[in-house]
């Protein structure tokens, strides 16, 4: 048989890929990445996926090998949030698998287009419980946006192009694709189809005239709106039209947590984090509103207080998503847009008139200018909040944050203001400790002029501290600023507030020396304890041109206020020491 | 909570039936019945699951339905005229003199004796789940020895548009 080989050249600098040609399930693989242009993939090899690391060996890719499979999706993770391409990893069969399983979680719970390739035992093999077999589409059903296990060579381009395809269209998500040792190895005329038809996968991006009709109609009507910008601002890339959309009609805007730097936070309309932890002119924006505009925002329950009906009880609720399952899902909904917020605002920016909102916006102005967020600082102790605020000043709102869960977290959120779409990095749905300082490494090696600045506490970082190396061995110049209280600091506030000081197993005193296990790693490693020298410490850092560990030592019993208790409403917020 | 029977149009692929069924532990729902077989199209199989919420509850799970990729569509049988079939196996304790008697009970129910043995006849009925319920009160004081059920399939009466994908 002979088989005509064509060649296609190569986009954006991307090798030319042969198409007719025999070649093997592993370099199959490859080429469908080289034309889904993908250029890094994070990855740790193992048993059954050594085909795919052999094709991979003096290949066009950059490939980052991580010390542990979930700092490589968390990085992966990190790269998709910073640059809106999907994540590619890569991970054996087993316990390389399983170990990807927090982050697929995590990206799932955050619309993140991944898409994560695991080998797997031979087929002969399957159902034996041989070495290393594990049920990885089993156990990622419900984590998963879709998942693919594949039986035959042939059917691999199919499904890579379906793969990516699904990863990143509709409301983006993980998916994995599980391919055993003897498709890697079977050999096949390399093909790769043109279009995607998945029948019944439809997403609606441009909504119809009618919704968008109904919504620019009923926000007019609005004297008291307030916009409540999600990720979904993010994901479809829509912070300039939101930004025009805003000015336009004259609304306030409050960005969730997953929605931080898809508006400006020192923008005049701009009222920042509503919920849990948000601030009171947010929550009192909310609680006042005669119409709420959620863009790309699932009313979650750390806004709503899981309390859905006393929610924004005296507004009209207007949702537009491109998942119309999020529609009416936790709040109910007078108008529903089922589209991507950017296709969305594009449609209604012409349509949108200036609303009738300038005592409304004198009235959040007077709150936010009587309620600030707050803290108390000392000449000797080091506050945590002061440390978030020298790391915005220091960078002047310009850097990519990163973080893990818990009181960094937030105070990350509410004392950094972001002035830039996808600069916010952090597991909002999971809240995945370990996720912080890997997703920086990702970041910053998708922007590596940028200062990529991973805030971490003491906690999160040694979920995942043994990426460190990756810092040396690649040189990726990530600032990694932890901000350690030396215990487990949200749990702590909790036990405090609402366990009678019970303070159980949160004590982390006996952690490394993090200035010398940076140094182990060939890592720069700085300590500051006081506010003085936190400044010196931290300008050192920023000056110094690779990676720096900075261990801020911060006080331990600090936290995080305004906060609203599980449970209870909005209305019900306690602002704290001041 | 009200009953509903929904009727889902799959991708005939291998672990669908899983995607389908976690979906429902995932998001609260208890499925009461479910049957899986063949249908009008090839690669295509319909899955029928009955299951309780009100309406708000089921037309979210219906929208979560439609998120999974194999699945093509997901309709409500409950909300128009349907038509809903279960078929049983009972073993019911009785010996062959009692057969004449036996049939004479199962005979209303359009039920069939189709295996008679020394101390045991099985009698197999279809019809809806109501109409099985009450032929199973009847044999009970002979004594059921075992009981299998499939489980509703249904079917929506007359020609009813198959709703567009979400």
Redesign the interface.
Known sequence: MSVQIAELQGKNGLPPVKFGEEVTGAETLLRCLILEQVEYIFGYPGGAVLPIYDSLYGSYFKHILTRHEQGAIHAADGYARATGKPGVVIATSGPGATNLVTGIATAQMDSVPLVCITGNVPQSLIGTDAFQEANI??IT??IT??SY?VRDVRDLPRIVKEAFH?ATTGRPGPVLIDIPKDVSNAVAPFHYPEKVE?????STVVPSDEEVQKFVQVISEAKRPVIMAGGGIISSGADKELRAFAEAARIPVINTFMGLGGFPGVHELSLGMPGMHGNYTANQALLNADCVIGLGARFDDRITMGRTKEFAPKARIVHVDI???EL??NVETAIKVTGDVKSTLEKALPLVSRCDSEEWIAQLKKWQAEYPYSYKKEDQVLKPQEVIELLYESTDGEAIITTDVGQHQMWAAQYYKFKHTRSFISSGGLGTMGFGFPAAIGAQIAHPDRTVIAVVGDGGFQMTNQELAILSQYKVPVKVAIINNQCLGMVRQWQELFYDNRYSEIDLTCSPDFVKLSEAYGVKGLRASTPEEAKAVWAEALQHDGPVVVDFRVAQGENVYPMVAAGNTLDQMVLGDE | MQRHTIAILV?DQ??VL??VA??FG?RGFNIDSITVGGSEEPGLSRMIITTGGDE?KI??LM??L????D???VTNLSENAFVSRELALIKVSASPSQLAELNAIVEPFRATIVDVGPNSLIVQVTGDTEKIDALLVLLETYGIIEVTRTGSMAMARSVVPVPA??
């Open positions: 589409t089993g059903i419900p946006k879709h296990f699904i998945i029948r019944a996968y439809k998942d119309p399952a009416g899902k | 991708n291998p672990g899983t995607r976690t979906l995932q708000q037309d979210q929208k979560q439609y998120k999974l990729i699945v093509i569509t994908s979400v």
